[in-house]
């Protein structure tokens, strides 16, 4: 959205007329229908000072909080803001593991402030609502700030109607109810919770399709929620249906874990795409067969963060509604100043942690070159991804792997794979020192 | 004490400073000098180089009070003159290793990437003298946390993984007279800044507040990898 007007800040950031008329107070003082807003879009954000050629990075997941580390340390001139809506990190990553307590709560919660004082940037505690390109300004609902460059990392949204819920009083209670568990905070504390309450009964999990966040991560969720029910001998199984026609990465090392491990527990039900939910009937309907539950976390379809659509950068044959970018620069087409990283990305690079932050390691090395009139060689992300299959003692699976682009097919595929299938303790804790690893870097 | 045969490095503790111009013209500028200190056993008493078993990880602490260091004796001699290059920072010409048969080699055993190291709970830094199956090779030094492989034979080169740089060397001065080890300074890139402030919560609690960051100086205890820590941890 290169044209910002008020009425499109309005019609697109949700504030309208009426949410203004709750708020009579400000309305007399200005004399204005829509006072408040319009009060904050016209007011700099109440910020330091840019120091040097400010960088905005938009979203406090692991793509955001690397590349504010990195474009500082790689361009020291450069003025960082982190924006970020919560005002905690929990890292989704290892939230498996604590569903199965083999992590304290403290393991996956962090300090956006201590990030932003060990690595000298600012911590802006605000949720972007627009952007304009022309004027290089993003707004939040706390005023504006200019940047030189701008990075959206702002992850993913769930997508319901893909799984035939559209009706907005069933997507509500499908949220509210039975939590996908793939965005952190109280859908994972939610889960948590029912597993705590479950006294036995089917509970149910999905696999979407697509490429949807962390693709090993709802198999070892099942293997996670089989073995709280193996600890606490709960009289259940975990139903997982899979969108897929079977799983597509660490495949003999899920099917040995569900046949070894949770014979029995788990029951695995492979090219289950779901059409319908029926909430009050606890019902998932596939093309062919329907599943009764008792409780269990709905993982729907992924697509990029609403910010993106939001802010017309779209890729027009996007199924999963990611930003239209340089798959090798990550600017958006035609604008060398603003960059999105991480989940958001249209790239079919694994959607997971180690990836987004080894890109953002690459990108922020690709901005502090465009700063000083460089380039840069093409890097390709990391994925390193462990998955707990077994708990007392903690087991791990476990894959490292580059990409390679395919100039015939014009897309990018693994390269460089190595898969270690055979669990082991030794990869229990390796896959713990990951994260310990991983937070430093973000953190530190 | 008298001049000594060793190596490009050495100097007695006495004349160490004095020493350092030299030593930096033969090194490309690289050692950064560090309080001197002899590596001995569990109990104080000096370790000769020769008692060492071959392929076996030691660990001792330096150049501060918690930054462990790994002490091999290699199968094969370790050449000197390999030139190193990290990818961020200058590089530098690598030693070899010390001793009688030039085969006693000392690394920083906190991984450059994202500091993983052997703490007494757990390592996941480890040297193999059997085949790493993450590595696909044995004689390495592998960290299981991102799969970072180092090569203790040529300066701790980066073999495979996303480490940036080689694991710093520790200059290791060796009296071929008595065939004990001093350790006098590091050589590529120090980490120890990043590993104070990430781990700083941790340290105060371990060593006491402050205490961590201490410089070892007179003498550096030496202990096997399985008396340092509790689990290693393999892949």
Redesign the interface.
């Known amino acids: 959205m290169n044209k910002f007007s008020r009425r499109s800040f309005f019609k697109l950031s949700g504030i309208t007329a009426a949410a203004a008329a709750t708020t009579p107070l400000a309305a007399c003082a200005s004399g204005s229908d829509i006072p408040h807003a319009a009060g904050i879009t016209g007011k700099a954000a109440d910020l330091p000072k840019a120091k040097g050629p400010r960088v905005v990075v938009v979203g406090g997941g692991w793509s955001g909080l690397t590349m504010a580390k990195y474009l500082k340390k790689e361009h020291p001139d450069f003025d960082v803001v982190l924006i970020e809506k919560r005002g905690l990190f929990m890292s989704c990553p290892i939230t498996n593991l604590w569903l199965a307590d083999q992590v304290k709560l403290e393991f996956l919660d962090h300090s956006f402030l201590d990030a932003a004082k060990n690595n000298n940037y600012i911590f802006f505690n605000a949720t972007v609502i627009d952007v304009d390109r022309k004027s290089r300004k993003v707004y939040t609902e706390q005023g504006y700030l200019k940047y030189e460059y701008l990075v959206l990392a702002p992850g993913i949204d769930y997508n319901y109607s893909a799984i035939g819920v559209t009706d907005p009083v069933d997507v509500n209670t499908l949220k509210t109810n039975y939590p996908a568990g793939f965005m952190p905070g109280s859908e994972h504390l939610s889960i948590k919770n029912k597993l705590a309450e479950f006294e036995g009964g089917v509970f149910v999990l999905t696999v979407p399709q697509g490429n949807y966040r962390c693709l090993p991560a709802p198999y070892e969720r099942t293997c996670m929620v089989a073995a709280e029910f193996k600890k606490q001998k709960i009289k259940g199984k975990v139903l997982l249906l899979d969108g897929n026609p079977d799983i597509t990465i660490k495949k003999d090392g899920f099917h040995h874990a569900f046949d070894e491990l949770y014979k029995g527990i788990v029951e695995y039900q492979p090219g289950a795409i779901i059409k319908s939910v029926d909430v009050a009937g606890k019902t998932i309907k596939t093309e062919f067969d329907s599943y009764k539950f008792d409780d269990g976390a709905i993982y729907p379809r992924v697509r990029a963060s609403r910010l993106i659509e939001t802010l017309g950068l779209v890729k027009p044959d996007s199924p999963q509604f990611e930003a239209n970018i340089d798959p090798f620069k990550y600017n958006v087409i035609g604008d060398e100043h603003v960059y999105v990283t991480g989940d958001a990305r249209p790239m079919g690079f694994s959607k997971s942690g180690n990836t987004s932050n080894s890109e953002a390691h690459y990108v922020a090395k690709v901005i502090a070159a465009h700063a000083q009139g460089k380039e840069i060689p093409w890097e390709s992300p990391h994925t390193v991804c462990f998955s707990a299959v077994m708990i007392d003692p903690l087991e791990s699976i476990s894959v490292d792997a580059h990409y390679k682009y395919n100039e015939k097919e014009k897309h990018f595929g693994f390269y460089d794979v190595k898969m270690v299938q055979n669990w082991s303790a030794d990869r229990g804790q390796a896959n713990l020192e990951w994260a310990r690893g991983m937070y430093r870097d973000m953190f530190s | 004490m008298e001049r000594r045969e060793f190596v490009k490095l050495c100097m007695t503790a006495a004349t160490a400073v004095a020493a350092a111009p030299r030593v930096l013209a033969e090194t490309g500028g690289s050692l950064h000098t560090h309080e001197r200190a002899q590596l001995t056993d569990r109990q104080g008493r000096p370790l000769t180089a020769h008692a060492l078993r071959r392929q076996e990880t030691y660990v001792f602490n330096y150049p501060y009070a918690s930054t462990p260091c790994f002490l091999l004796r290699l199968k094969e001699p370790a050449p000197d003159g390999l030139e190193l290059k990290p990818k961020e920072g200058s590089p530098y010409t690598w030693p070899g290793g010390v001793g009688r048969d030039h085969s006693v080699v000392a690394f920083s055993a906190i991984?450059p990437?994202?500091?993983?190291f052997p703490s007494a709970v757990?390592s996941?830094i480890d040297y193999r003298r059997d085949k790493s199956?993450?590595a696909g090779r044995a004689g390495v030094i592998v960290c299981?946390?991102?799969?970072s492989v180092y090569d203790p034979t040529h300066g701790a080169r980066v073999l495979g993984g996303?480490a940036p740089q080689p694991l710093t060397t520790i200059a290791l001065e060796h009296d071929p007279r008595t065939d004990h080890l001093y350790a006098v300074g590091t050589m590529g890139i120090e980490v120890f800044d990043?590993f104070f402030?990430?781990y700083r919560k941790e340290l105060n609690q371990y060593y006491g507040r402050g205490a961590y960051r201490e410089p070892v100086s007179g003498k550096a205890p030496v202990e096997t990898m399985d008396r340092y820590t509790r689990?290693r941890?393999?892949?």
Do not use: D, F
């Open positions: 991984c990437h994202q500091l993983s757990r996941v199956q993450a299981c946390a991102h799969g996303p990043q402030s990430a689990n941890i393999h892949c």
